[in-house]
């Protein structure tokens, strides 16, 4: 597809696919509103589009959470342009009627309406589809050339049979073998299913194929979004385990915003694994992504160079670890002056007997005439349950059995002595995570044990720790190197990352090294070390990035300015000390000027921040136009709509003139 290498500076817009709207679409945008949408990119000058993740996520409205690396949306295909689709007209009309005058679309009821109407179309012209898959027709070499979609048409069938069930919860071929796949894709009675859903990703892929050329026709670079992570409950991780760790999940140590961290619950990379098979996983997933796409966001490539990975057996991500890193050995403690003794005191929780009925007597279950005795009746249960014993001492350790606070969770025990040995089991100076081999916890100095140490001894182990942690960035920036050099020679895309958060000294070495676009987001682009945290100036923006105002996961621009912004500096930064506190059309011009000022190579705009140069588009509440609410699982996350179809919008003339200027500006100007 049309690749961006090429492009000089540059302004895009950002946008899901389901957020357009057209005359033909159903209460959802399709991939064929992308045509649509590019003509009205042509029209501004806008130079790039880029997307939210495309891949099939069920009945999983987030774009993160796919079943399939490989797979389209059916969510997407436009029912009205199948030739199969004829006599359909009065079923689609009564469908728009549903759902077209929604403010955010209808994710699970959309979904359900257009895949029971798919399922009627292929049954009713379901023997000249059949045909077609015999060999030399075009639906068999279409399979031919998608080898991925036989194991994603069992794995979908699989899924309906058990009632859209994980596949841990399957009656059978929870663990299938690639003999157990080709059989059960050459099964004659299931062929006829699995060709339903080889038939929808087909027709998807030529209904996406057919804009993003059109697009690449008119000049107009397609970016897409490659999540790093892949759903546990995906066709990808079921049927090939071997390239992933699915004892441990991936996330986010903790911070002042997240406590305990985030466990995001999707297996790590198997990376040996897949390295012995020439990273072939990775690589045939570039080449689809190819097809369409000229640009591709590398969503979260921390993980490429180190993950924080955390036990299975664990809710929270306190007790997590970055992998790759260097540990710490059993000897190398004894060399310092710990004895077996004092490492098990580092490395495992030791639970006072007069915490455990404190934290019962302080419960409801403590009050009352027999609230003693049901304290007494319930401590007993906890020891025998949970804990052993230290010898004659009043301290207690957990058993074996307990192997992280899913376990803990588990057991039949008062909810406010289950929460006070979830804390017991993070406090911990050593996370033994295999035998003789540690690692610090994250927050090692601030539990029960660490002060008990004395000076030198702390001194000593801080120390070691320190070194431990230099030395892994070493092996951090060999793997980011590595793993991202893969992704680089497997095609001719521009690799864009987001590459926010902690970021080790390594990372923006590796991806200047490799030719892979940084990202910065204006809001979060400041001095945070220095005094008054200032803002980066935009002029110091590196070529090779791409700048934004807002990403899908934080307010709009309008929103930020109204609630959450801090004006004052933003005004100084900007150089507009009168600019009002009020977000109007005129506000946004000279906002969105500025940041198209930026020195970075790609200046990147939410579509809906782009519409708020026109007085025309602004919902009553800004908070409404946001795309995701993160640490929020409701209906309203990721089913943003535009305010019309994009044919109205492009007769909006304040609209049109306004970002013409903004293009005409930010293409021609860079600050220096």
Sequence with gaps: MKTAHAMDRTIGLVTPLGALRSRKSIGVGEFPDLMELGDLCNRIGVGLIQLLPVNDSAFQSSPYSALTAF???????????????????????????????????????????????????????????LDQAEAGKPLAQWIENNPWVREYAVYRRLKDENKGKHWKEWKTFQEPRAK???????????????????????????????????????????????????????????????????????????????????????????????????YSWWRNRLALADRYYGAYRIDHVLGFFRIWAVSKNDTSAVLGRFIPSLSISRSELEALGFDSGRIRWLSQPHIPTAEVYNALRSSDLGRGNDGEKAVQEEAHRVFDQALDRIGSEELWLFKDCIKGERDIQALNIHPAISQYLQRAWRDRVLLEFEAEQFVPSWSYWDTRAFPTLSEKERRDLEALITEKRRSSEDLWEDQGRRLLSVLRSSTEMLACAEDLGAVPDCVPRVLEELGILGLRVVRWAR??????????????????????????????????????????AFRAFIGEPSLSDHYTSETARIILTKVAMARSRLRVFQIQDLLHLSDRWYADDPASERVNVPGSVNDFNWTYRLPAPIDEIAEDKQFISAAQELCELGAQKRNR
């Design 180 to 278: 157990d796949m080709t059989k059960l894709w050459e099964k004659p009675q299931y062929r006829e299913e699995h060709l339903f859903w080889v038939w929808i990703q087909s027709v998807a892929d030529r209904q996406f194929t057919q804009a993003a050329t059109y697009l690449a026709q008119r000049g107009i670079v397609l970016k897409g979004d490659l999540p790093i992570l892949m759903n546990e409950d995906s066709c990808d991780v079921w049927a090939h385990p071997e390239y992933f760790r699915r004892d441990l999940a991936a996330g986010a140590p903790p911070d002042m915003f997240s406590p305990l961290g985030q466990n995001w619950q999707f297996p790590i990379y198997d990376w040996e694994a897949l390295g012995r098979d020439n």
């Design 527 to 568: 001095r945070w070390g220095q005094n008054g945290e200032p803002y980066i100036p935009l002029e110091e923006y590196g070529e090779q990035t791409v700048c934004t105002a807002a990403v899908h996961d934080s307010s709009t621009i309008r929103e930020w300015w109204e609630r959450e912004a801090d004006r004052d």
């Design 71 to 129: 797979g389209l949306h059916p969510l997407y295909i436009r029912i009205g342009d199948l030739p199969e689709a004829k006599g359909q007209e009065r079923k689609l009309r009564e469908l728009g009627a549903q759902f077209e005058a929604l403010d955010r679309f209808s994710y699970g009821p959309i979904l359900t309406a257009k895949m029971a109407l798919l399922r009627e179309i292929f049954n009713q012209h379901k023997q000249s589809i």
